[in-house]
């Protein structure tokens, strides 16, 4: 008998959108104030602005504690074909690819039974159109991923530990997302 863990990693690469999906160990996962920092300095237009993203979303600490809190991990990545470095509308429908595919995985790890996981994303979320923060709860927690970033993980190293590929060819964006559950 399979456990859950190995029926939702089939399930995912399974998917459409996935490009790539495995098991990592969470020993190699690395959390660092510098990109932490990126988040505060608001790179990408999100920082004290939504519901998943710092400060909101939790401390570079606490958020560590949240991922050392399970023992087994699956990684998975999207990528999305852009006309060119600058197709941001491209780049953001291929994070609302990655938001839909992370939906679908949590509602499977949900019909399995499965009650000690957390989802990660990678990037924003994409639930509204605009965010209800600060103003009122979230609409849509289902919707709701921390980014890996916020974690203070590198993604592109952690992509090269895990043995995926960060770089899929010109014109294309790879979006991760990081399951972590208990067996």
């Given at each position: 008998m399979?456990?859950?863990?190995e029926?939702?990693?089939e399930?995912?690469r ?5 490009n ?8 190699i996962?690395?959390?660092t104030?510098?990109?932490r ?7 990408c ?7 998943n993203c ?14 050392h ?18 197709d941001w ?24 039974g499965?009650?000690?996981y957390?989802?990660?994303?990678g ?20 919707l709701l991923f921390?980014p ?15 043995g ?20």
């Amino acid at each position: 008998m399979t456990d859950k863990g190995e029926r939702l990693l089939e399930k995912i690469r399974a998917e459409e959108a996935v490009n790539q999906a495995d098991f990592f160990d969470l020993g190699i996962l690395t959390f660092t104030d510098d990109v932490r920092y990126m988040c505060e300095q608001n790179t990408c237009g999100r920082y004290n602005r939504a519901w998943n993203c710092p400060p909101v979303c939790g401390t570079i600490v606490e958020l560590e504690a949240v991922c050392h809190s399970y023992n087994k991990g699956i990684l998975v990545n999207a990528v999305t074909h852009v006309k060119d470095s600058f197709d941001w509308e491209g780049m953001m429908e291929g994070g609302r690819g990655l938001c839909d595919l992370l939906v679908s995985i949590k509602r499977f790890a949900d019909g399995l039974g499965m009650k000690d996981y957390r989802i990660f994303g990678g990037g924003g979320c994409y639930g509204c159109e605009d965010c209800s923060y600060p103003d009122t709860p979230c609409h849509h927690p289902d919707l709701l991923f921390t980014p890996i970033e916020a974690c203070g993980i590198n993604v592109m190293q952690f992509a090269k530990d895990a043995g995926f590929k960060y770089i899929n060819g010109q014109n294309t964006v790879t979006f991760f997302g990081m399951i972590l559950y208990n067996d």
